[in-house]
């Protein structure tokens, strides 16, 4: 399950478990996304990603929801699944290529205000 979170000073999507797909676009349609926290993590084996997302399937996902910055989520707190704990994130920073992607450590926070 996922959910949109729409107030006066953004609008955050927040994907729950998922795998890719057209899912994505269908949210850019409906919604302005300013910040879309995507999972990067639990994607080994391959046939995980029917229900979780990679770093580079998040990526995809993240320019499909056309959002303003990507916040991922979803890995380094505990291993369910093949890729180490810090794996998600230090392949999504080698292909990040300068995106807007915040990459928080596991408790920080983040406050955000759309710039109107």
Not at 69 to 75: F, Q, R
Request: one cysteine or more; proline letters at 6%.
């Amino acid at each position: 399950m996922g959910y949109v979170i729409e107030t006066d000073c953004a609008t955050v999507y927040v994907a729950g478990d998922t795998g890719y797909g057209g899912h994505f676009k269908a949210i850019s349609g409906r919604f302005n996304i300013d910040v879309a926290c995507l999972p990067i993590g639990c994607y080994r084996p391959f046939w995980f990603r029917l229900n979780h997302l990679s770093p580079s399937d998040a990526i995809r996902a993240f320019k499909d929801l056309k959002a303003d910055m990507m916040v991922p989520v979803h890995w380094g707190t505990f291993r369910l699944s093949l890729e180490r704990l810090g794996e998600p994130v230090r392949d999504l920073k080698r292909i990040m290529d300068g995106l807007p992607i915040k990459i928080l450590k596991p408790g920080q926070g983040l406050t955000y205000s759309r710039q109107d």
